[in-house]
Structures are given as structure tokens and as C-alpha cells.
């Protein structure tokens, strides 16, 4: 088995008939002990196999899926092989039914019908092979109004060449024929216009000078008035907008010349509405979520804070391409603290070529966590961008990281801002389950300094203690997820920092206290 078609048929075969195979699972064992270096068709058909076996001997396979299923998505860089992979991956966890619909579905035989039919409808079929007969399987007559059965006749060189050259004087004949016909019903027609134009010379010319104008005048007031309603009837866009269409008056007035259409997207209009938003945004710096390029015109920065209680992410939309952008939707991928957006990007209107749009989209932790230790703050994200021109909207796949403290909420029910609740809590945590980290030299060990960083991320100051000659020990309580977070911060006096996080769930407790850490050190 040398051969990759023969590696593949072989894998195959065990996959289809796993159940029968007593040692199936061992047999791919052995392939998938070298997958990295085989080819895609190998690959390809290992996932299948694997997958079949797992879904025919669930016992048996959970390890070697598992392992199958990590190559595929995690070590390949093959986009097939990924994509089948995180396939096989969603439909297992979520739906084993459906999975075993789709891999272990039932295929139709294969069987041919060429052979059953009578041999005197065969031979019409075989006399019409390079017509529309042998596509419908059916002689010409029974679909075709006034078809005409197909005649081969004998082919010889010099009929042929006699037929050609007949053809040929015929053709000559006919087209002298014509020319003289032609040129006799031309002059009688020239001498008949002027035996007419001579008597009233001024009535025949007036009527065609004054209607050679008319069309000029009208032409080019058609194409203005028409266009924009067409189009917007076409896209079912309703009424456009008045401002961005063109006027007559240049760039003085409220809005619409060419230095509207291309300020924006050129920077000689100060006025426009793109440098007016890009102005008045002051908010926290923006990361480039996609270049222009590989949005296909659309270009997208993104940042992220906790505006009062809603967690928030800045979506600030560019249009650098030649066509409007009606609508943007964004989807997140599974993520390590179920974070999901609530709603599509609420845009204001549509933005046009040149135009920039600054909007917030509120966030939400509606989905479990997928939990990654060590904790990763990347979330794989899809923008799909609907376009007035485009008959399929470009979709974009980007990875942006999502800081956790946007989503601390101290204003929750469950936070423990008193004293006494907080203590009980914290005593009724075993220190086993708590989440510890210390920096030996710490970038912020001044309190106050520390208290404002928590306190502007929705952690609220409970208490402190002193520690004679050590240092001090600050106390703050949150929620995460609807969990009640506590968190001690110990600053040293020598420049070290302790941070200690307790709650009843230990992976909340664990991002929390990598939270904490990076906030002390900003």
C-alpha cells in the first residue's frame, strides 16, 4: 500500500464495513499514526473513516475520533480537510442522530438501463446520439413538433466539388442580379425625389430642420430623472436619499456635487459625514479588525468597553470600495466565555463609498464557555457584508481578543459589596478551589491607584488590611456570568503583588484572577 488511491480504498473499505471488521479500530490506528505526513486523499478519507467507526462502535473509538478530529482542525492547514473536520465536530456534539443520517446514509445501487430497452427504440436513440435524444432518452418525435428523422448520405468527392462550384455561378448570378436590380430602383427613386423637390424646395427642407433638435434637447434629461428610481425599485431599496445625488450647483450647497461623491473616500471634503464621525470618536483605541483588501471595500476597526452595564464592542465601519453597504451582520465563534453579540451592527442608514460609520453593538454571555487553559482571549468572528450591487454578500473572517473585565457587574444582585456576606463567602470557599497568581515586580503598587483601576472595571472596594512592615491587602467583590467573584489583591512593600480570586466555579475563578492580573500590571 504504497500507492495513496490504494491507501485510500483500503481505509475506506474498513470505515464502510467497520461493524464486520473486528479489529477496524486498530487497522486505522496504525494510518493515523501517520497522518501529518500523508496526502489529502488520505486524510480525507482517515476523518471519514474514523467518524463511521466511531458512530458503528461508540466504545470502542471515542479516544481515536478525538485524536482524529484535533489533526484534522488543529494541525492541518489543508482548508478541506479543516472544514470537514469542524463538520464531523459540530454535528457529534450536538446532534449525534443527524450525524449518523449523514455519514451512514443509505447510497443508491448503481444500475444501468441501457441494456432493457427494446433494440428498435435503442436504434432511433443511437441514430439521434448527437442530438437532445440522447439526453431526454427519448427519439426526437416524441418531444419535438415536426422533427425530421436523420438521413446519412453518402459521401463523394467530386458531386460534392460539382455541387460547390453550381453553387458558387449560382451565387455569382444571383448577386450581379441583385446589384443591377438595386441600382435601377435607386436612380428611379433619386429621379422621383426630384421631380417632387422641385416645385416646393422650402416646405420639405423646413420640417426636417426643426426636428433634428428635438431629440437632442431631450436626451440627456432622461437618463438623471429615470435612473435612481430604477435602481431603486430594482433593489427594493425604497426612495434614495437626496443628498448624495448630484446637482447642478457644485460643491456650495447643503450637500451632492462630486466633491461630496469622492471627499470621503479621497479626503478633499472636510465636511463630510465620514471625517465629521472619525472627529467626534474619542472613545477607547481601536485594533484593525480587516484591511479593505481582504474585506473586499470594507474595512473594520474594533475596540471594546463596558458602557454603564452593557458590555460593548466598538464597530467602526470604512467603506473604501465603489458600492453601498446596506447591512452588516457578525457571527462568533464558540469562545472561551460564551460571548455572543445581541443583535446585528446597528448601522445608521447605509454607508456609501467613502463614508464611515462609528456604532455600538451590545455583548452578551448567552452561550457556555468553552473553556482554554492556558486562558485565550481570541474570538474567531465572521462579518457579512450585504451590498447593493452584489447578488452574493462577501463574508470576512477575522479574530479580534475580547478583554474579560467589560463583562465584570458589580451592580448585580449577587455581588457581595457587605462585609459580613463577603467574609462568609470567602470562608465557605475551600482555599483548594481558589485561584492564585503572584508577580514578584508589580507596574501599579500604589492603593489608590489600584482601587481607581478596579473600581472603573465594575469591581467594588470592600475592605482592606494592613500587614505591619508587608504591606496591604485590598479587598473587591464583582460577579461574572451571574457568579460572585471575590478578589483579594496583596501589594508588597517590596513591589511584589498576590492576587487570590474565589467563586463557586473554578473556571470563572481562574479567568478572573488572570483578569486581575493583568489589570494590576497595566
Not at 45 to 65: E, I, R, Y
Not at 412 to 436: C, K, M, V
Not at 457 to 475: E, K, T, W
Request: proline share 7%.
Amino acid at each position: 500500500l504504497n500507492e495513496p488511491e490504494a491507501k485510500a480504498s483500503m481505509i475506506w473499505i474498513i470505515g464502510e464495513y467497520a461493524e464486520r471488521i473486528v479489529d477496524a479500530g486498530d487497522r486505522l490506528e496504525h494510518f493515523i499514526d501517520s497522518f501529518e505526513e500523508e496526502g489529502a486523499m488520505v486524510q480525507l478519507q482517515l476523518l471519514t473513516s474514523t467518524v463511521k467507526l466511531f458512530l458503528k462502535k461508540p466504545d470502542k473509538a471515542k479516544g481515536l475520533v478525538q485524536k482524529v478530529l484535533n489533526l484534522a482542525t488543529e494541525a492541518s492547514d489543508n482548508p478541506d480537510l479543516r472544514d470537514r473536520g469542524y463538520v464531523y465536530w459540530r454535528l457529534l456534539s450536538t446532534d449525534p442522530t443527524a450525524a449518523r443520517k449523514v455519514v451512514l446514509a443509505e447510497r443508491p445501487v448503481i444500475s444501468s438501463e441501457t441494456f432493457s430497452l427494446p433494440p428498435d427504440y435503442l436504434t432511433s436513440l443511437l441514430e439521434n446520439l448527437s442530438s437532445l435524444a440522447s439526453v431526454y432518452h427519448r427519439p426526437p418525435d416524441e418531444f419535438v413538433r415536426g422533427s425530421r428523422k436523420v438521413v446519412f448520405m453518402p459521401y463523394e468527392e467530386q458531386e460534392d466539388a460539382d455541387s460547390d462550384g453550381d453553387s458558387s455561378d449560382s451565387s455569382d448570378e444571383d448577386s450581379e442580379d441583385e446589384n443591377e436590380s438595386s441600382e435601377e430602383e435607386s436612380s428611379e427613386e433619386d429621379n422621383k425625389k426630384k421631380r417632387k423637390t422641385k416645385g416646393k424646395p422650402q416646405k420639405q427642407e423646413a420640417p426636417k430642420r426643426k426636428a433634428q433638435p428635438q431629440p437632442t434637447q431631450q436626451a440627456p434629461k432622461q437618463p438623471p430623472q429615470q435612473q435612481p428610481d430604477l435602481l431603486g425599485d430594482l433593489l427594493g431599496m425604497g426612495p434614495s436619499n437626496p443628498a448624495p445625488q448630484p446637482t447642478a450647483g457644485g460643491g456650495n450647497g447643503g450637500g451632492g456635487g462630486l466633491d461630496d461623491l469622492f471627499g470621503g473616500a479621497f479626503g478633499g471634503d472636510s465636511g463630510g459625514g465620514a471625517a465629521q464621525q472619525q472627529q467626534q470618536y474619542n472613545g477607547p483605541p481601536l485594533n484593525t479588525a480587516f484591511d479593505s483588501n481582504k474585506g473586499q471595500g470594507l474595512e473594520m476597526n474594533i475596540g471594546f468597553q463596558r458602557k454603564g452595564t452593557k458590555p460593548t464592542m466598538i464597530v467602526q465601519c470604512a467603506n473604501r470600495g465603489n458600492d453601498t453597504v446596506t447591512r452588516i451582520d457578525i457571527k462568533f465563534n464558540k469562545n472561551y466565555l460564551g460571548i455572543q453579540p445581541t443583535q446585528t451592527v446597528p448601522l445608521n442608514g447605509n454607508v456609501g463609498p467613502g463614508q464611515t460609520q462609528t456604532v455600538d453593538l451590545t455583548l452578551q454571555l448567552s452561550q457556555e464557555p468553552t473553556p482554554k487553559n492556558p486562558l485565550d482571549l481570541t474570538v474567531q468572528m465572521a462579518a457579512r457584508s450585504m451590498r447593493v450591487n452584489a447578488a452574493k454578500p462577501p463574508v470576512t473572517m477575522f479574530a479580534v481578543q475580547i478583554p474579560v473585565e467589560i463583562f465584570f457587574d458589580n451592580t448585580h444582585n449577587a455581588t457581595l459589596t457587605e462585609r459580613n456576606a463577603f467574609l462568609g463567602e470567602w470562608r465557605s470557599i475551600p482555599n483548594t478551589d481558589d485561584q492564585s497568581q503572584t508577580v514578584k515586580q508589580c507596574k501599579n503598587t500604589d492603593i489608590s491607584v489600584v482601587k481607581g483601576l478596579f473600581s472603573q472595571n465594575a469591581c467594588s472596594f470592600v475592605a482592606d488590611r494592613q500587614i505591619p512592615n508587608r504591606g496591604v491587602s485590598l479587598y473587591f467583590a464583582t460577579t461574572l456570568k451571574n457568579v460572585p467573584v471575590l478578589l483579594e489583591i496583596s501589594l508588597a512593600n517590596n513591589g511584589a503583588c498576590r492576587v487570590v480570586v474565589k467563586s463557586k466555579n473554578k473556571y470563572i475563578s481562574y479567568v478572573s484572577c488572570q483578569t486581575a492580573i493583568k489589570l494590576v500590571n497595566q
